[in-house]
């Protein structure tokens, strides 16, 4: 119905998924990740099936980018009415005394610094619309600390933290909800790099957590509230 969404990590993986499920819904979906490749491959699809998106291509871990990408989006649209945080790293699974700063300082800065960046610019647009709602893709092992996945579990805990003051700060409005997901195991390059030995079928495609998505778009609920998909 004419919603304006931007769904990081949208090139494949369940932020395609997301981006494909809000376009079939009537959103217009701008679609970012840095493989132009990828994002152009969903973007035919969703033109395919009837649908409208724009390709930005785009590193997240540089913060002036991101800032550029909001001018491009404030100069072409008045609001935006969803932003999807969902672009996303690993890293490697690795004993705490083991974690490369080098790439935890990578993992931080896509995980949460970027969030927070995009956040910060387009809190404007956002604050515009009459019903405005951010998804932050966070994980289980954020909320419960897990062997080896100590990098990527913290980034997703404080990305937890954040989204969680975001909606406090907000809630007053009522015109901006927050909602925290956590896909829970699903099928994608991430997964299969963490559980390499795993049969993907036993897995659940990124379309079931899209579709869950925008089922609870349409639901009432708390803002800052955690739902997990099963
Ligand atoms: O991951 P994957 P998923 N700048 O690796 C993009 C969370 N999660 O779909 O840049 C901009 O297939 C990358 O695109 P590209 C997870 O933590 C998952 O599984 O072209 N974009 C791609 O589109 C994450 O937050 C599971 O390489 C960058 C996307 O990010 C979210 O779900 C379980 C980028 C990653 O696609 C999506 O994960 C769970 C950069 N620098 C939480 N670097 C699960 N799958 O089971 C990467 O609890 N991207």
Redesign the pocket.
């Known amino acids: 119905e004419g919603r304006l969404a931007l769904v990081?990590?949208?090139?494949?993986?369940?932020?395609?998924a997301i981006a494909e499920a809000l376009a079939r819904e009537g959103a217009h979906v701008i679609l970012?990740?840095?493989?132009a490749a990828?994002l152009e491959a969903v973007e035919e699809r969703i033109h395919a099936a009837g649908g409208t998106a724009t390709i930005a291509p785009?590193?997240?871990?540089k913060a002036e980018d991101i800032g550029k990408l909001a001018q491009a989006i404030s100069g072409r649209w008045q609001k935006l009415d969803l932003l999807v945080l969902?672009?996303?790293?690993?890293g490697s699974l690795t004993p705490v005394e083991h974690i490369d700063v080098k790439e935890y300082t990578r993992l931080i800065n896509?995980?949460l610094l970027a969030p927070q960046a995009l956040l910060a610019a387009f809190d404007p647009m956002l604050k515009a619309s009459d019903k405005a709602e951010v998804v932050g893709?966070?994980?289980?092992?954020g909320a419960t600390p897990r062997a080896f996945w100590g990098a990527y579990g913290s980034s997703?805990a404080a990305l937890e933290t954040l989204l969680g003051a975001y909606a406090d700060e907000t809630a007053f409005s009522g015109k901006l909800r927050v909602t925290v997901l956590?896909?829970?195991?699903?099928r994608?390059?991430?997964?299969a790099k963490a559980f390499p030995g795993e049969d993907p079928a036993d897995v659940k495609a990124?379309e079931v957590v899209a579709e869950r998505l925008v089922q609870l778009l349409g639901e009432e609920r708390e803002s800052g509230a955690k739902v997990r998909v099963d």
């Open positions: 990081t990590g949208a090139s494949r993986g369940i932020g395609a970012t990740a840095r493989t990828g785009l590193d997240l871990t969902n672009a996303g790293t690993l896509l995980n893709v966070t994980s289980s092992v997703k956590d896909p829970g195991a699903t994608t390059q991430m997964r990124p």
